[in-house]
C-alpha cells in the first residue's frame, strides 16, 4: 500500500505561481510511474503530467512549457511547479502512483483568480 498526502494548493492570482508536494509514504516510490491529474467543478478528472523511474516526464498539452513535474526519491516526494496560472487551472489536484495498482491522495485545491 503507498499513501499519498498532497500540499501546497492555495488562492493566486492569475500569472502567478504555486508549487505543490505529494509526500508518499508506505512503500519507496522509486519504481513507481508518478503523476499529477486534476478535477474542475462538474468536469471529469483529466490527466496534467506524468514522470517515470527514469525521470521521464509526460505533459498534457494545457500546462506544457508552464508546469514541471519532479521527485526526489530520497525524501519519497513529488512536486509539481505550476507557472504562469491561468483561472481555467482551477482545480483539486491530485497525485497519483502507478504500478500495476494505482494509489490516490485527497487532493489539494487550486484556485486561480482572474
Known amino acids: 500500500q503507498v499513501q499519498l498526502v498532497e500540499s501546497g494548493g492555495g488562492l493566486v492570482q492569475a500569472g502567478g505561481s504555486l508549487k505543490l508536494s505529494c509526500a508518499a509514504s508506505?512503500?519507496?516510490?522509486?519504481?513507481?510511474?508518478m503523476g499529477w491529474f486534476r478535477q474542475a467543478p462538474g468536469k471529469e478528472r483529466e490527466f496534467v503530467a506524468e514522470i517515470n523511474w527514469s525521470y521521464s516526464t509526460l505533459y498534457a498539452d494545457s500546462v506544457k512549457g508552464r508546469f514541471t513535474i519532479s521527485r526526489d526519491n530520497a525524501k519519497n516526494t513529488l512536486y509539481l511547479q505550476m507557472n504562469s496560472l491561468k483561472p481555467e487551472d482551477t482545480a483539486v489536484y491530485y497525485c497519483n502512483a502507478r504500478m500495476g495498482q494505482n494509489y490516490w491522495g485527497q487532493g489539494t485545491q487550486v484556485t486561480v483568480s482572474s
Open positions: 508506505g512503500r519507496t516510490i522509486n519504481t513507481y510511474t
